[in-house]
């Protein structure tokens, strides 16, 4: 069966060999304006806007997630457990003719997984890169993000209750100690959040959104050059 | 770690178990105007959309797809196959709590599973629904939903490529003589195909894409009544 791979909106033949995945977190706290799977629901809006725009394969989204020990807001795996689920989709992926994966994460404890991904390489004979599209957790930005893409629940009193970081200790990390002490960034960015407060900016929220999915269409071209 | 399930823009706090899935098809040759991966591109579309608006979790897609044996318009797999990659996402998805999963099919060879969700329902003890939103194969439906999505090339010279039954037989099934033997159905909508051709309709396109996205946003309020 001779497939017609020059049909519809592709960049070129070759996109057909580049399959998109999208990586976040499904059960991870992000205060009163965002759901509890914000990040995946970032990750999988961009990993398919990327795709509709270039013509390469959108193979789904892993379900799990991994986390540092110190960072306590949510229900998270082991990275083995990622690892695992991203072996199952470069095989499935590998059948249906991709030869190199872009995973688009969205969630910042997935970091944790990159030392894997030679392996996979290895393992499958194929290409695989990761693009990080990460912001402090649960404030301005995300809020934003989220707002475009239509998740958000930001009406004034929301945003509000948002702010209260007794009440969500996870907005900016603000409250969780823990994570503070054992990481600076962390620490710097719950400072900032703790003194400018989290708000929706519905001008940056798109910005930010067409920015990264320009950066994943960027790789996608550059993965087929 | 107490979940904040009524945070975001979610229906109420039972939407977090249900779980979206995309079934179409990657590599089914569509005419000129669309890519191979069409059916699989519009069911993503519309999962997302649909999990985007109610607050169910998004899943991702079944990579597999089937087919009828007399339909030879692209390289599909066993039913088995189909359904085994949905036991890998059911298993997968009862890990973060859901419970309840509606499939959104948009390609039709593949209600040939559908014999099979009884099976997942009882070895899983969850609830399995499935959605076809299909449509007569690469023609003025389909060609108008990929438009709106972003995945048609529908210039005027490629849509006048694409009414050349000759060159692509696929498109309205009018070339696929052992299809149209087999199948009356198919028959029917060929000779419909034939007579009228396949054009570019914005406005169709957008009115049946928000009615597939509002007839799935039903079906998931009526799962978490």
Redesign the interface.
Known sequence: ?Q???S????LNEKV?KVGII?LGS??E??????????D??IA??IA?KA???T?A?????V??STEYEYV????HNKPEEVYS?MR??IN??K???VEKFLIVNCHGGNILVESFLKDLEYEFDIKVEMINITFTHASTEEVSV?YI?????ADEETLKEHNNFEK?PEVGMVGLKEARENNKAIDKEAKVVKRFGVKLDKKLGEKILNNAIEKVVEKIKEMIR
């Open positions: 069966m497939l017609r791979l049909s519809g909106n592709v057909h999208a499904f059960l706290n992000h205060g009163a304006v965002l759901p509890i799977d914000t995946i629901k999988s809006y398919l795709s509709i725009l013509g394969k959108f193979l789904g989204v379900i799990p306590k807001h949510g229900i689920y199952f989709l499935e992926g059948k249906i003719g989220g893409i239509g998740i958000a629940k969500y």
